[in-house]
Each structure stands twice: as C-alpha cells, then as structure tokens.
DNA sequence: GAGTGGTCTAGACCACTGT
DNA sequence: CAGTGGTCTAGACCACTCT
C-alpha cells in the first residue's frame, strides 16, 4: 500500500492548453506566418480564462514557436531569412562588420545512411538518405565548409528541387517546400585540421586549424530532421556564445 | 512642433520595480543565499498587487538573478558549484560520460593592462590588473590551460587569497570572497593552433588545433569584471551549444 | 470603432514548507 | 497552523492596428 512513486501529476491548466495548442500547431492547422485564434477565442473554446490562456502562448512565444503583435495577433512562427540568420548563424566578423553570406553549392546526392547518420537522425537500418555538400561565402571570401545530411522519407526529390532555386538558407525552404519546421537545434563545437580537400576549398593550408560545428536539428517532438557538419574558417571570424 | 523623437517611454509598473528590486540587490541590501522580502511584502512596499510584483520578480528568475521555492521564499542567487558548472561550463565529454574537473594553478601575478585587457575589461589607462594562469584537469588529464584577467581594483590581494584557497569556480570565489557576482558571461570561439607552451600542458603536439575560448564575464549593468582566454584540447571533448 | 495583445488589480484556492 | 510561491479567475483599462 506504497503511495505512487509518481505522484498523479497535476498539470497547471495553462500547461495542458500550451499542449493542445502545440498539437494543433504541429498537426498544421495553422501554416506558419498565419495567425492563431485570439486569446479570448482560445478562452472560450478551452472554458478558462484569458489570463489562463495567455500564460499557455506565453511559454509558446518564448520557445520561439509562435510570435505576438500588439493589436494584430499572435502569428505562427517563421523561418524568415531574418530569423535563421538572427537564431541560428553564430558566426560574426571579429571587427563586429556585417557581411551577407551567400552560398555556392556542391554536390547533391542519394545515398544509404551510414551508422552515423542512423544514429544521429534517429533513422532506421538501411533508410536513404540525402546528402548536399556546400560552400557558404561571406564577403565573396569561403568561410565554411558544409555537408548537409537529410532523411529521404523527409526531402523526396530535394536535389532536383535544388537545382531550381538554390536557397541560401535551408530552413525557410525546408517549411515551405515540405512543410518541416525547424524550431531547434543542438550543436556541438570542437577544432580540428582542415583535410586536404576543406584546405582547397577553404583556400587555407592543410591541418590549419578549423572549428566544427555538428549541428542536430530538430522539430516539435525532438525529432531530427537534419544534420549538418560544418568546418569553419576562424581566423577573423568567431562563434558567439552567451551564458546565463 | 514635431513629436518628440523618443516618446514619452512608457514604462510598465512591473519593469520599474523590477528595476527597483534589482538595484536593492546590486547595492548588497540582501547577500546571495539570502531570502528576499515576500512578493505579498513588496506589493505592499511598493504600492502595486501581489500579481504586478510577481511578474517583475519572475523576469528576475529568468535571468537567473534569484531563485524561488516554492513554501520557502525568493532566494538571490549564488555561484554554487552546481550553478558553475551547468551555467558556465559547457564542455562535456564525446561519448556522454560526466568527469569532474580539478584545477592546477601555474601563476599569479599583478601587472599594468595591456591595451587588449583594458578595452576587454572597460579599465582606464594604466590600470593595475593580475593575471591567473591554471589548468584545468579532466580525468586527470590536462584538458584546458586558462588565462585568467580581472581588475586589481575588484580583486586586490588576489594573489594571496588563492594561495590559501585554490578554488576549482572562481566564479563563487568572486562573490564570497570580493562581493563580486557574476551573472553573464560573452564567450567567441575560434579554433587555433597550440603554441609550444600550450602543447607541453596540454601534452599534445605543437600546432594541434584546440578551441579558443574568448570569455568576458560581466555583472549587473554589464560591467565586465573578468576576461579569461582559455584553450581547450576537443580530441574527446565538445562545446555544447543550444539554439533556438 | 472594433479587435488585438499588454498591463494591472483583487481575490480565490492550491501545493508546499516550516513551526 | 501560518506563510510562501503557483495557479486561475473576472474584469478593467491601455497601446496599437486595421478598416
């Protein structure tokens, strides 16, 4: 007659709606850059108050997944080029400059996924995968080095897809083109010489030093959807990281 | 008789006494650890609802500048070496394993700022400020060699304070010891080559590539008060990076 | 002017901590 | 038990946008 080990879990009201909603999101009954329902609509559909439903699109706005106007509505978030740009571009010119980056691409190919590839994207044995290779340039100078590795099941077809438009960033083309979202991305940062090849296309010298990032992305359920290993060119660039 | 530039600023009831508070802490009325007045306390003293000052205090726990416990009361913050460690230390091992990491001091010494120290620490000309160089061990091994920057003006006698101590955090040293206390710190990260003297402590071979870590390390108005340099050897390790 | 999000209030009840 | 933070409500007013 041992208690629970965990106890019934009480769910605050506004969690629950946060949920419901993010389903809904999630299940795409609203496009990104639509607007939602208003908050006193939102209240009235769930029977709680609009208190109780704004605290819910509160935590969706911090998460990033929604984003609030005043006197125009709360609107599902967007990977604008501002946006993947502002969250997920980490690397500055050391002299604080700005410089646009522009991309020229490499290759694109279907292949089977390697174990590491499995495992990082969460993919079963033998799925296909697709593998794009980049340069990214700033300041018409290469800086980063890119392969870009993406499920199949995902992206069917997005090496011809790509031959049409070319996109500099991918996460807006990945929404509008095949409906997945972005909404977070885990990465990992080491240093490591640059091989033969990355020293020719980064036009360096081989065993400069670079700094790798390995970058997890990730939509609603934690699940991947892209993984990415970039060799970066920092000698008067750097990667911004700030603590709290 | 154009309108004012700036208008007339509105601020929100709970962004001035959250404001408020935070000078009240900044100016020492309650030390880290120490339990602030109750939100129904500060309702009264500041003339607003319970609802408003909660608000404002709940911004002050999403900078990490108090804690709250719920039964118990609000908290100002410390530089536990929980905190330390999950807030300020972001390299983990490849394969997941956790090590705790020891310290190893190498020098201690006061000198005049080099213009590089001045500007990243915002000193006047000709400020004194001492130098600290260690190296961090993870599982015994020499992982990371640090330099360590801070003004003689915050931290006089530093030197032989740690003579005594030899603190594995500087950062709950600061706050108990000298009433400093970091709450954000700006890392850049570059990738470069070891130098001799590195490579001997690291135990690797010159030119290796190791990751830079470029870190000023502010307090309340973002006034820096520490500016470290450390160089981190990634053959097993990672810096981990969360973007959303 | 109607509708949106943003602020503020006053009061209620809950969960948890101490005594 | 009283006191704390955490949730929820109902209603008011403000700032802003669009028509």
Known sequence: MTPP?????????????KELIVDRIRAGEWQPGEPLPSETEF???????????????????????VVRFRGKGTFVASHTRERALS?????????????????RPFSCRRQKATRAMEERLGLERGAGVVVIERV?????????FEIVVVPEALFPDVCASLQDSLPNEFYPYYETKYGVRVIRAIEQLRSVAADEREAEI???????????????????????????????????????????
Chains 1, 2 share one sequence.
């Open 5 to 17: 080990p965990t106890p019934p879990a009480f769910r605050p009201l506004f969690a629950q709606i």
């Open 43 to 65: 209240a009235e559909f769930y029977q709680a108050s609009q208190g109780t439903v704004r605290k819910a699109i509160t935590e969706m706005a911090d998460e990033n997944l």
């Open 87 to 103: 969250h997920f571009f980490k690397l500055f010119r050391d002299d604080g400059g700005k410089d646009l980056p522009s991309s």
């Open 136 to 144: 990214r340039l700033l300041d018409e100078r290469p800086l980063i």
């Open 202 to 244: 980064l036009e360096i010298a081989v065993g400069t030093p670079v700094l790798e990032i390995d970058r997890v992305a990730v939509t609603y359920d934690d699940k991947p959807v892209e993984w990415r290993r970039s060799r970066c060119n920092t000698r008067d660039h750097h990667y911004l990281s700030v603590l709290n």
